[in-house]
């Protein structure tokens, strides 16, 4: 159950970079709620996954999806650059993610 912790973690830790783009485009108190409550609900996830994984494996995966989302959200919903050499290296963060959870 721990690496679902995880998985929720890293997926409120993307709401929560996107709200932080929210927040910066429409300063309402509605968007500052939902940051505040997305990045809390994520912190609250990675601690539950870390009664039982270790602190560094969990830290890295909920940071390897909070950045590897972060990019994702970007390309997707914001029109950021989706040059191949940025989805090379994205692709790197998920595969060491997921490399750290084959060896915890």
Request: positive net charge; aromatic residues 20%; proline residues 2%.
């Given at each position: 159950m721990e690496w679902v912790w995880v998985i929720f973690a890293g997926l409120f830790e993307m709401a929560g970079v996107a709200m932080i783009n929210q927040f910066n485009k429409k300063r309402t108190i509605l968007s500052l709620i939902?940051?505040?409550?997305?990045?809390?609900?994520?912190?609250?996830?990675?601690?539950?996954?870390?009664?039982?994984?270790?602190?560094?494996?969990?830290?890295?995966v909920w940071t390897g999806i909070g950045a590897a989302g972060g990019?994702?959200?970007?390309?997707?919903?914001?029109?950021?650059?989706?040059?191949?050499?940025?989805?090379?290296?994205?692709?790197?963060?998920?595969l060491s993610a997921v490399g750290l959870k084959f060896v915890s």
């Open positions: 939902l940051l505040i409550s997305a990045f809390g609900l994520s912190f609250f996830f990675l601690s539950l996954a870390m009664v039982v994984l270790p602190m560094a494996t969990a830290y890295a990019v994702l959200v970007g390309m997707i919903y914001y029109g950021e650059s989706r040059h191949w050499k940025r989805i090379f290296f994205l692709s790197l963060i998920i």
